[in-house]
C-alpha cells in the first residue's frame, strides 16, 4: 500500500501478461501494481477463472487483501472491462475509489467481439494481428501462450456482453489511441454512461497499444489520479 494510503491496480488485456504495462506501472509510481489475473502465472497462481464472474471476483480479493482504504483502477483494452466490474465490487465492499481509467475499450454497452475472434486460436490470431498489428509475428510459441491465453479471456468477456453492469461513484478517465481500430470518439464518451461521478475523454497519438508508451498518457493519469 502507498504512504498516501492509496494503491493503484492496473489491468492488462487480453492475452497480456502485463509486459507493455511495466513501464506504465514504473511511471505511475511505489503505489501502483499489476493485477495478476489466475490461470496466467503458472499453477502456483491457480487454474484460469471459469466464467467471467470469477475472474472479478479473484480480481477484488487480491485488492481487498491489501486493504487499501483508497485506490484507484487502470485497465487496457480487455483489462478496462474487468477493472469497471471490478470496481463495482469494491464500492460495495467499502473501498473508497479515487478514480476509474480505461485505456483503448468501447463503453461497455457498444462492446463488441467477433465470433470469429472466439472460435479457436487462429481466429484469435487474426482478431489481434488486426486490433495490434505491432504484436509479435505468430510464431507457435506466441500461438501458443499470447493467442491460446486471449482466447479464453475473450471468450470469458463475451459473458459480460448485455449483461448490464451496476454504476460505479468514481470519476472515469476514459483514453484512446487515435489510431486504435476498437474505439471511436462516441464509444469512448459513452464511459460516462457507468459512473455517477463524472467522466472525461481523451485521445493520445497511436493505436491501441502505443499510447501505453505515451509520457503524454502517464502525465495525464498521474494529474487526474493526484499522483506525486
Not at 504512504?3 to 487480453?14: T, W, Y
Amino acid at each position: 500500500m502507498s504512504a498516501d494510503g492509496q494503491d493503484v491496480v492496473v489491468f492488462p488485456g487480453a492475452g497480456s501478461f502485463g509486459g507493455e504495462l511495466r513501464p506504465l506501472v514504473a511511471g505511475l509510481g511505489a503505489s501502483a501494481w499489476l493485477m495478476r489475473y489466475p490461470g496466467r502465472f503458472g499453477g502456483g497462481f491457480g487454474g484460469s477463472a471459469g466464467s467471467y464472474r470469477e475472474l472479478v471476483d479473484t480480481c477484488a480479493e487480491q485488492v481487498l487483501r491489501r486493504r487499501p482504504p483508497r485506490c484507484a483502477l487502470v485497465g487496457h483494452s480487455f483489462g478496462a472491462y474487468v477493472a469497471c466490474s471490478t470496481a463495482v465490487a469494491l464500492e460495495k465492499a467499502g473501498v473508497e475509489l479515487s478514480g476509474l481509467v480505461v485505456i483503448g475499450a468501447a463503453a461497455p454497452s457498444l462492446l463488441t467481439i467477433p465470433e470469429e475472434a472466439t472460435r479457436d486460436v487462429e481466429g484469435t490470431a487474426a482478431y489481434l494481428a488486426v486490433v495490434d498489428p505491432g504484436l509479435p509475428a505468430a510464431t507457435d510459441e506466441w500461438r501458443e501462450v499470447v493467442a491460446e491465453t486471449a482466447l479464453r479471456d475473450l471468450r470469458l468477456l463475451r459473458e459480460s456482453i448485455g449483461a448490464g453492469l451496476p454504476r460505479v461513484s468514481c470519476p472515469v478517465l476514459a483514453a484512446r489511441g487515435r489510431d486504435d481500430p476498437l474505439t471511436s470518439a462516441e464509444s469512448v464518451a459513452a464511459w460516462a454512461e457507468v459512473t455517477d461521478g463524472g467522466c472525461a475523454a481523451h485521445v493520445f497519438p497511436g493505436g491501441h497499444s502505443e499510447l501505453l508508451r505515451s509520457p503524454e498518457l502517464e502525465g495525464v493519469l498521474s494529474d487526474a489520479l493526484r499522483l506525486g
